[in-house]
């Protein structure tokens, strides 16, 4: 390996760390990245000069003189995500920590026409009007339902927006900066800390239930693309009608679509009603949760990695996951406990967060 591409290797180390201990020092740096102090002085200093790393005051003292505690300068970059629904757009702005420092979900029914990316084009520009420095976004990501080839812009596949080998480009050319597109569930898993989530599964539970794992902190992608449609694996043998046109898909039983149906705007509607008293949905929601740990349990048997649950339904879950958990040993007779199980890090827009934080691990990168 050159020595430019070694320092900028420990370089991103060094700084994707910061970015995901909010309050560290140089000492800590080389003690948990196993790199020499010089070595950390070097680029953390460098990274000071730039305006990428603040000191923000000492950091807590084991004993002896209290170290500087530095962070990430969360203003320095910014990126745009999107989030593209048969329905709706969600927009969010989020800084160098990872952080969303506006979020914004406005109802726009996808089309075909060029006056849908006009659309688009204007919404965004608008949520973005108040920033000051917008010269400090790199770029606009947008996540998309349906099964992507990267290199040629184009969806191959979206039952959720009624697309096949539909090109992006005129969607792409609407922007005056760099955009990256990403499946709404990979880009929902890259929201996720994959230095802590190096292997494991994500569940999107939308109002259709996509899903995406990756391996040494790199996502999955299968030969043609559709590695995770865990939505389309059969539950049921001869079940409920799935919108891809088979029987008995986990994608009826378990997506959010599965609670609202036509009945409820949303899955909050429909908790907050169950918590109520409602003992029909109390009976609904428990056999969902049956279903749902059905389908941990076989990912689990299959792939035997981290379960992070997603999507709108994964928002809330976290209220319910002892019920959820009891019904998952129930099925698993292999693990004792189900700490393997947890639930997403974002509850809102997880998607649109994940195909921002693209452009900005590349900058990180190229510093």
Known sequence: MAGADKKNITKAKILQYIINNQDTSKVELSKKLNLSMPTVLSNVNDLIEKGIVLETGEHASTGGRKAKSIAINPGYRYAVGLVITANHLGLVLINMRNEIEKIERV????????SYCAEVKKLTDEFLEDMKEPERILGIGISIPGILNQKEHLVVKSHALGLENYSLSFLEQAFSVP???ENDANAAMLAEDLN???????????????????????LVNGQN??????????LVPGGRKCYCGKTGCADAYCAASALTDETFDNVQQFLNQMEQGDSKL???????LDKLAILITNLRMAY????????????????????????????NGFDRDVRYLSTCSYKKEASAVGVAKHFLTEFIKTL
């Open 225 to 234: 693309q559709k590695a995770g449609e865990f939505g389309h694996m059969i």
């Open 196 to 218: 802590t989530y190096k292997n494991a599964i994500y569940l999107s539970l939308n109002s259709t239930l996509g899903g995406a794992f990756c391996i040494d902190g790199k």
């Open 304 to 331: 035997d990695l981290d379960v992070i649950l997603g999507g709108e339904v994964g928002g809330y879950l976290e209220n319910y996951m002892l019920p959820l958990g009891e019904k998952v040993m129930h099925y």
């Open 107 to 114: 109802r726009l029914k996808f089309s075909q026409d060029m």
């Open 282 to 288: 109390r009976e609904q929601w428990d056999a969902y």
């Open 179 to 181: 955009v990256f597109f």
